[in-house]
């Protein structure tokens, strides 16, 4: 029974993300690392990596390519200057929350007729069964699903690295992709490949620069 289910969940996912409103305000690679950065506050590319379950070299290229779109922008760690951490900036964190308000608002209208406890245990065997999905297939688990953040007020793209967490309010939490944009080694804990956008490799003071971010 759970293989059928599996393939029809599959194939219903596939059509909502065909129909999915917010496929062109943010691809899901995005949505994903900004609802971690809106959650964890500012980290550097190994943590964020981590946290999204691909290695730092995967986690650099899509740094990169949302620094070029204006969603994330990096600075110098005041306690090591060598080291630079990733933080969304305020047109990130308000298309993340603006993707997350669609996403929600359809998922409350396809689930209507279902109970509290209903969706309770629904979100809590989803989260069960990505954990497994990641722990089995992924660079890193993903750590078990964090509570929602307190709003918290919101600086702009320079934000102080390893400050507490920014949050663009109440949907500002971590949670589900947007859309598909493939398969892959790099696969981010929501099945999509990271976008291989331009990089800028190379070295700094001994550091490897990835995404215009330097690594711990």
Do not use: K
Not at 70 to 91: E, F, I, M, N, Y
């Amino acid at each position: 029974m759970i293989e059928h289910q599996t393939a029809v969940l599959v194939r219903h996912f596939e059509l909502l993300n065909r129909r999915d409103e917010s496929r062109d305000t943010l691809d899901r690679a995005e949505y994903l690392a900004l609802r971690t950065l809106a959650s964890a506050g500012p980290m550097d590319i190994n943590t964020l990596a981590a946290a999204l379950g691909v290695d730092p070299s995967t986690a650099g290229r899509q740094v990169a390519v949302m620094r070029n779109a204006g969603l994330a922008a990096c600075s110098p760690d005041p306690a090591d200057r060598r080291r630079s951490v990733v933080a969304p900036t305020d047109d990130g964190l308000d298309r993340m929350a603006a993707v997350r308000r669609l996403r929600t608002d359809s998922i409350a209208d396809l689930l209507a007729g279902w109970t509290p406890e209903d969706l309770r245990t629904l979100g809590t065997m989803f989260g069960r069964y990505n954990r497994a999905v990641a722990a089995r297939h992924l660079t890193a688990a993903t750590p078990d699903d964090p509570q929602e953040p307190e709003p918290v007020e919101r600086g702009g793209a320079g934000a102080s690295p390893g400050g507490g967490a920014r949050s663009a309010g109440a949907d500002a939490s971590p949670g589900g992709g947007a859309r598909s944009t493939g398969t892959g080694a790099g696969a981010s804990p929501g099945g999509d490949a990271w976008s291989t956008g331009p990089t800028a490799s190379g070295v700094d003071d001994g550091w490897a620069v990835i995404g215009g971010c330097r690594p711990r």
